[in-house]
């Protein structure tokens, strides 16, 4: 473990103004007792006392003498929303109205945040419950201490397959309680080796401990399952989900399970994917899979979190028939409505494999009749692997806002997987997390931002990508608001510096294969991947139209025929669904081959503006966070010259085509 | 380690015919407390009694009564040349004569060479020396058992960081002895962790009965030694060569190190290469580093073999200017004379590393006072991993006999590396070695004859592939004439079926990275090991003339005009000097883009045909040997043919220019 102590990220209060008052504390139909009430209590006194230096003693401790006394009352009141709080500040102090432990929680977290943010304790104000009833974080975290597509370190959750619980085990816990996040995963969704035994005896003394620390904090546990654990820690010889003895050696372990863990929440499995165990196996579907399980382990409450990302990942590139893009779709349209009430679909925001561009995916919202949640990725596996800046909320909330026309009215992603549409409870939005035992969480300590506002995004589909940055900027960060602004604009615009020194108009994929950081335009070319960009002389893209693998048909009408035809596809994904030449007029008046080279040669440019932003904040910024990410620009510098070079080299030596500006290209 | 027994490669003698008479054997000027005489009598029992069913009884053993008794008759004749003998059968039985031990037992192995191949005892004849001093095998095993750039399993000499001592090692001795090999280094190059350890007492002892086996059958023990070994064992600060105290360190080392090895025969030195420590940090030559270790280890009777395979591997695939090809003859020729007597420089065949088909390198005979050995690689690292079927001898061959123009006459690279050319005596020929702990020993059957090959062909370089070959299927296999020939036949065009569907006209590295199996055709061209081939939408090649990296240049004028113009430069060579234009048209009338798509769809054909030949040979070859080649195959046709379509889909997409035979190009 590290010696030096981690950091509070966006926790590490810095005085927002110079009180001069005492607070005392109220609970109207709460009480201390309550453990997230007495944590939120905690919560409450640390924020308060480091936000303004106004002490809050402990309740039962005399009144100080002297200076003003403000109450902090916590009322009960049933018309609040499940996890929705309503907060008031006045001349007395403020009011937390809640009819939940978890909206108490949620509204003290939220009075700090508008005091981080410039708000006087007594003038805060907010009437707020969450759009979304499941917030995720998924770890890909494997017991040996390694994170699968980790960029922050080793695990802080396991060492040597055992599990680790220590006081960082508790701040997590609060940074995720203060962003709403209130089911979390802790294994890697590929379940192996050690992660076999985590619903077996050897694990479920430290389990317990850790889901006491989590729901402490409104936190369910969840855990990834294997689907062959009746094969594995079984000993029997088949997972058939429709065996009998199948189903009755699930239905003891859940019991025993539960009788140990009553605190999980449920599973989540990845089945028949990248070689993971599945009901196809046996020629079951998906539904019998997952339903099995939500059987199983309905009578504890739980639920059966399932993922759709399931492909044929031996793909013949010569085979210009199959399309993964189809594969989620197609294997799950069909079940539509066959799920049961306690199982849901956890859909990948797009039908690759979070791309810095890519379509929504056609499920969400495809399926009508089922649970459905969505996947994404705040783990940088694709998007600079927290080295290149890169903040994700744009990207996320352009999913959240996509039409998707399965209805009239509440058709958008945030619809659908709030549970607006359908009116269903079981929905949501889960990230895949970026955070290990780096002291500052998240390797580039910008990264955070990612972690922050997936968390605040997932409480409020409704905030907007600046108001999340600039939270999290005045949280994190004592800055001036001229810093403060140079910080939010880089944020702001680093996505798209991003997708334009890497792969072009939503292709994908030109990516070193396996790593998944830096330049390999050919990379997956040629592999069983099923990641192909088909370019050739001429031209480049993979027809996804009626006339080619007819992606584009697993849409509603409307979007299916806005990507349809290469006129009115949008242009930043117009190679995702055509194939277009070199030649190419777009709507900006630039070929598309000139646009990959001048989109290129910008890029890294723009790349390089982030990088003397971050120098003027010198000084304005922590001395060791100023280094530590200084150290991450440079290496961004690098990896942008590389992609704006190998990919316009590419494309020169494929095309033939010069840079009408006559830049340098190798 | 295998349960299973190991083969006895060529020496699993089978009846050649079925002899009548008892064998004496009679030592003259010999004697047989000498054991290396002793265990060439041990070997000529074995040999003749498994080859003719005769019998040698020990001598001092009272003659058989009855039959026909035959002689082996040992004689010292100081006027054959060291390492040499005379054999001749009579009726009287064999007489073998040599100048010293080496002698006797190659003498007796040819003997039994000759029997195997199908004469009778009385019959053979021949009068041999070996062609090189020098005749080594290098290991590149790791002491944790793995071995770099292996595919026949782990190592034999190494587990878990000890040295293992069994019945193989010995037989492994046997094996080397009788193909004439005289020096043999157990460590891989790359020297770290344990292995830097091997020069201290923690080793000596097992280091010691290895050398003894070894010594006993001929072989001198050499070692790979780490240049920073003051640093890393000696806990100094410095490993600079004319440094006094590491030099001193060395004296005392290397004396400590002979007190406990006294048959040791020297060190293997890989410095300044791929991230290995060497003089250059300390701004000195590579003289000054194989100097000082040659001068320490002189008193010893050792002599300090370098290997010339130092280049930048961190070049910018922008560079066009910097050539890996130039980089052994740019750093070494201008040190030409300065190296001491006991030292000798080890050059890789080619310029860049081992690929299919490569120019000699330049250094060959371009050094004209310094001691030389020839390094080549049986590992097939770049050649098919020892799945794919590539008989290796006719590359050796055609390196052998290239005329260097280094003088009149003696100017072939057999010539100069033999010390013909400049009468050294440290001169010779090294392979890196393709043998595991797998049954086999090879991995593919087939690969033992890259194995035999190369120890009969560092011994006469005369031999021609097809006699190499010949002699290693009659002493392997019992097979009638025909099958012995389909054999032979596979052997011999397997070479260049490789080199058809792989990587086109000397431009190699069209690899997979860092496995070096199967094809991507862009996977080493964007990256930082100098290895490109700067395919555009016209042409393909590297301009190493005069008016490019000037590469060309570095070789004696004769050669270097040859290469230079493309009109006169070796057709299977052409790409690796020039850029040249996809329409250029070849000596066959092809043009050179119909070239690659011919030879690709030639050579997955033709591989195919070496798969029927192997499957003609089912019934005649043992079973077991027969299912392990074919699973072999099998993986062959795959490679081939993921080979022909990336390459010719590459071309294809690239150029635009269509196949003229209108084959599937995807």
Same mark, same amino acid.
């Given at each position: 473990m590290e010696t030096k102590k981690w950091t509070q990220l966006w926790l590490d209060y810095h005085k927002a103004y110079e009180g001069d008052c005492v607070w005392e504390t109220k609970l109207e139909g709460f009480s201390d007792s309550q453990v997230v009430v007495a944590n939120a209590l905690y919560e409450f006194r640390r924020g308060i006392e480091a936000l303004t230096g106004e002490m809050v003693p402990d309740s039962g401790k005399d009144k100080a003498d002297e200076g003003k006394t403000l109450t902090l009352t916590i009322q009960n009141n049933k018309a609040i929303p499940s996890e929705g709080y309503h907060i008031e500040g006045s001349e007395k102090g403020v009011l937390v109205e809640a009819s939940d432990e978890r909206g108490v929680l949620y509204g003290v977290f939220a009075i700090l945040r508008q005091i981080g943010c410039g708000k006087k304790a007594t003038e805060v104000s907010e009437t707020a419950s969450p759009s979304n009833p499941l917030r995720m974080m998924n770890h890909w975290d494997n017991?040996?201490?390694? &994170?699968? =597509?980790?960029?922050?370190?080793?695990?802080?959750?396991?060492e040597k397959e055992e599990i680790v619980i220590n006081d960082r085990t508790r701040d997590y816990a609060r940074f995720m309680a203060s962003i709403g996040i209130n089911g979390i995963v802790i294994n890697n969704v590929n379940v192996k080796g050690a992660a076999s #035994?985590? &619903? %077996? *005896? =050897? #694990?479920f003394d430290q389990l317990a401990r850790l889901s006491e620390i989590f729901n402490d904090y409104g936190i369910s546990l969840f855990m990834s399952l294997n689907f062959a654990s009746p094969i594995e &820690?079984?000993?029997? *010889? %088949?997972?058939?989900?429709?065996?009998e003895n199948v189903i009755a050696w699930w239905e003891n372990k859940v019991k025993e399970v539960y009788d140990r863990l009553p605190l999980l929440g449920g599973f989540l499995v990845k089945a028949d994917s990248e070689g993971r165990p599945g009901p196809f196996t046996y020629g079951r579907t998906q539904a019998d899979g997952a339903n099995m399980l939500g059987d199983v382990i309905k009578p504890y409450g739980g639920i059966i979190i399932w993922r759709c990302f399931v492909y044929n990942c031996t793909q013949d590139w010569r085979d210009t028939k199959t399309d993964r893009a189809r594969a989620g779709y197609d294997y799950f349209k069909d079940l539509d409505?066959?799920?049961?009430?306690?199982v849901v679909l956890q859909i990948k925001n797009?039908?690759? *494999?979070?791309?810095i561009r890519e379509p929504v995916s056609p499920l969400l919202g495809g399926l009508q009749h089922t649970n459905q949640m969505l996947e994404v990725q705040i783990a940088q596996e694709y998007t600079g692997h927290q080295i290149d800046l890169c903040y994700l909320i744009p990207l996320f909330k352009e999913v959240l806002d996509f039409h998707t026309y399965c209805c009239e009215g509440k058709d958008t992603v945030a619809d659908v997987v709030s549970g607006r549409t359908m009116g269903n409870k079981l929905a949501g939005m889960a990230a895949v997390i970026n955070t290990g035992n780096d002291m500052n969480w %998240?390797?580039?300590?910008?990264?955070a931002v990612n972690l922050y506002g997936f968390g605040r995004l997932s409480f409020d589909t409704t905030l907007s990508s600046e108001e999340i940055a600039k939270e999290w900027i005045a949280l994190t960060f004592d800055l001036p608001e001229k810093e403060a602004d140079v910080l939010c604009k880089m944020l702001l615009r680093s996505r798209e510096i991003y997708e334009k020194y890497s792969s072009p108009l939503g292709i994908g994929w030109m990516v070193t294969p396996n790593g998944h950081y830096g330049p390999s335009v050919d990379g997956y070319e040629y592999s069983r991947w099923g990641t192909y960009h088909r370019a050739d002389h001429l031209g480049i893209g993979v027809d996804r139209t009626d006339k080619g693998t007819g992606y584009a048909q697993q849409y509603y009408k409307e979007n299916a025929k806005m990507y349809n035809d290469p006129k009115t596809c949008p242009e930043e994904l117009l190679l995702f669904f055509h194939h277009i030449p070199y030649t190419w007029m777009l709507k900006t008046g630039k070929t598309l081959i000139q646009h990959i080279y001048d989109s290129h040669f910008e890029g890294e440019e723009e790349a390089r503006g982030l990088a003397a932003d971050w120098d003027s904040l010198k000084g304005a910024v922590p001395e060791e966070v100023f280094d530590r990410v200084k150290e991450r620009f440079d290496l961004q510098l690098d990896n942008a010259r590389e992609w704006r070079d190998q990919v316009n080299s590419y494309f020169y030596r494929k095309s033939g085509i010069a840079d009408e500006k006559g830049r340098t290209i190798y």
């Open positions: 017991m040996d201490g390694s &994170i699968e =597509r980790g960029y922050s370190g080793e695990s802080f959750f396991y #035994y985590l &619903i %077996t *005896d =050897r #694990y &820690i079984g000993g029997m *010889d %088949t997972c058939d989900p429709l065996d409505g066959a799920y049961h009430d306690n797009g039908p690759m *494999d979070f791309q %998240t390797g580039n300590d910008l990264a």
